[in-house]
């Protein structure tokens, strides 16, 4: 059952309690009361990705590879 929603901890959480009663929290953005992302506004659903994710994407594969740069290339504008 929700409770509220609160700041705490540095960040917006949501409380709610659980099946024994007990009171729990999640943050806020882990959950359908978060803000929309302003990114999926302004897109309106043309793009699955962010840039930021493919960067971290880009990072990860990097590191799967060894680290060695020159793996994934970066495109600039």
């Known amino acids: 059952m929700f409770v509220a929603v609160r700041y705490t901890w540095g960040e917006d959480r949501v409380f709610f309690l659980d099946e024994e009663g007990a009171q729990r929290s999640l943050p806020r953005g882990w959950t359908d009361a978060a803000d929309p992302d302003p ?10 990705l962010r840039v930021v994710d ?3 994407l ?3 594969v990097d590191s799967l590879a060894g680290g060695e740069r020159g793996v994934v ?3 600039l504008p």
């Not at 990114?39 to 699955?48: D, E, N």
Request: charge should be neutral; charged fraction near 20%; avoid cysteine.
């Open 39 to 48: 990114f999926v506004v302004l897109s309106a659903g043309r793009s699955w």
């Open 58 to 60: 880009v990072g990860l």
């Open 73 to 75: 290339k970066e495109i």
């Open 54 to 56: 493919l960067l971290e």
